[in-house]
């Protein structure tokens, strides 16, 4: 624990007690469920089809009769057919990458904005950022929501920011250096890039004190490596593009403790996948998200596809009462099962790290080989790291023996945005 523990952007809102919570909840999502349907017929059709009444909709008791929304509905109504306010009235636009298939749109009125860049405020905050730091924002700023939601939030919490974007990591260090940057941002691969820069170029970057990472799911081992690499405290944040980008729906504190999701902004609920039934606390499941606060494109009961559960809803000990996730350990789409074990990426990852030697750089090869699912691994590691050594930790971890090879460092192909961590091949062929 640190000095930073009771730093807060918004001491109110941000230690709401659990009736404060509710009773802002309750007011907001009446209002949004009126406005969305009174506003937007894709949203009015919705409901009627379901038998909601917004007139009559009496908030949080009737939260499970609301149909679900997922990235399919933003695909069907690309552009703007969610939108749920006049053109004239939109400020900004951000999209999705849409590698798989129409890009997810998401629109924002000037008080989404605002709303934005008081969650990302509020994520500097907690990590322990203050007014007249120095901020490094290395995610696009362009059409990928990272870069703005970065932007927009240090503005508001009074910063001095240094735009680099993506890329160029040689000049990211040596920027870092002469700006005497306190806190950088990052996707957690370009993360491991910029550390692996820093070590190569022997830079010292006393001032560096804090690192934001999100986009991915990074293991606890992949945060040790990176705070211990850089010499900072890492930060796992929240947000996708749907819930209005970076940061809105929360992060780590300095207790590392789960991740805090605003509550006065959104609306957690965790259901079985299958069943699409709300399950317990602490029970694994799909993350569910309603927007209550943003205008132009909100979303109700929206679908996230990230498995996570709730680890507390207690007063946490950095003060805060917002409740806490665990780190999404991954997707429901993304889980895999090989030779009739399930597992998600992240799981690869926690067991490679774990092996003295292991460079953060791995592929997982996932081969349909006419039907049998096989898998192939291929990480980085320093001389003498064998790869009975990496077979021998994955087969205690997962339970089965994955075919790899260890490769010498600087092997791997390196990118500049997401990492493709996982490849797929049917029949040994590019898919
Ligand atoms: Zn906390």
């Known amino acids: 624990m640190n000095t930073t523990m009771n730093n807060f952007f918004n001491p109110v809102e941000e230690r709401y007690s659990a009736d404060e919570i509710a009773a802002v909840q309750q007011k907001r999502l009446c209002a949004m469920v009126r406005h969305t349907d009174q506003n937007n017929a894709y949203f009015h059709r919705r409901y009627q089809a379901a038998g909601v009444d917004s007139a009559g909709f009496r908030g949080l008791d009737d939260l499970q009769a609301l149909p679900f929304m997922s990235k399919i509905d933003f695909r069907e109504q690309y552009p703007d057919a969610m939108c749920c306010v006049p053109k004239n009235t939109i400020a900004e636009m951000h999209m999705s990458s849409g590698s798989t298939g129409t890009p997810v749109v998401m629109l924002y009125t000037l008080n989404d904005v605002n709303q934005w860049a008081e969650c990302m405020a509020r994520c500097y905050c907690m990590a322990g950022a203050k007014p007249g730091d120095v ?187 917002h409740v806490r996730l665990a780190p999404i350990s991954g997707r429901v789409d993304d889980m895999l099962i090989i030779k009739g074990v399930n597992f998600f990426p992240s799981q690869v990852e926690q067991s490679l790290m774990k092996i003295p030697g292991v460079l953060p750089q791995y592929r997982i090869i996932v081969n349909d080989n006419h039907g049998v699912m096989e898998m192939y691994i291929e990480v980085e590691a320093e001389p003498g790291v064998t790869g009975h050594q990496v077979v021998k930790q994955l087969r205690e971890d997962l339970g089965f023996a994955p075919d790899g090879d260890v490769f010498p460092p600087g092997s791997i192909p390196r990118q500049e945005g997401k990492a493709k961590r996982v490849i797929y091949k049917k029949d040994g062929m590019d898919i």
């Open 135 to 321: 901020v490094q924002i290395t995610p696009g700023l362009g059409l990928f929501n990272g870069g703005f939601g970065c932007f927009h939030g240090a503005r508001k919490l009074g910063t001095f920011i240094v735009p680099t974007g993506p890329g160029n990591t040689q000049r990211q260090i040596t920027l870092a250096k002469d700006m005497k940057t306190n806190v950088i941002v990052s996707v957690v691969s370009y993360g491991i890039r910029i550390m692996e820069m820093a070590q190569q170029m022997n830079a010292d970057l006393p001032d560096l004190k804090i690192g934001i990472f999100g986009a991915e799911t990074f293991s606890p081992a992949m945060k040790e490596r990176i705070s211990s690499g850089l010499g900072i405290e890492v930060f796992d944040i929240y947000g996708m593009t749907e819930t209005g980008g970076i940061g809105t729906l929360g992060q780590d504190c300095c207790a590392h403790n789960g991740i805090h999701v605003w509550e006065d902004h959104y609306i957690v609920e965790i259901i079985d996948p299958t069943t699409k039934q709300p399950i317990a606390d602490g029970e694994m499941g799909e993350l569910v998200i309603t927007s209550i606060t943003r205008e132009a494109i909100p979303i109700i009961r929206f679908r996230t596809g990230d498995l996570t559960r709730v680890l507390s809803r207690k007063t946490c000990e950095c003060g805060r009462t």
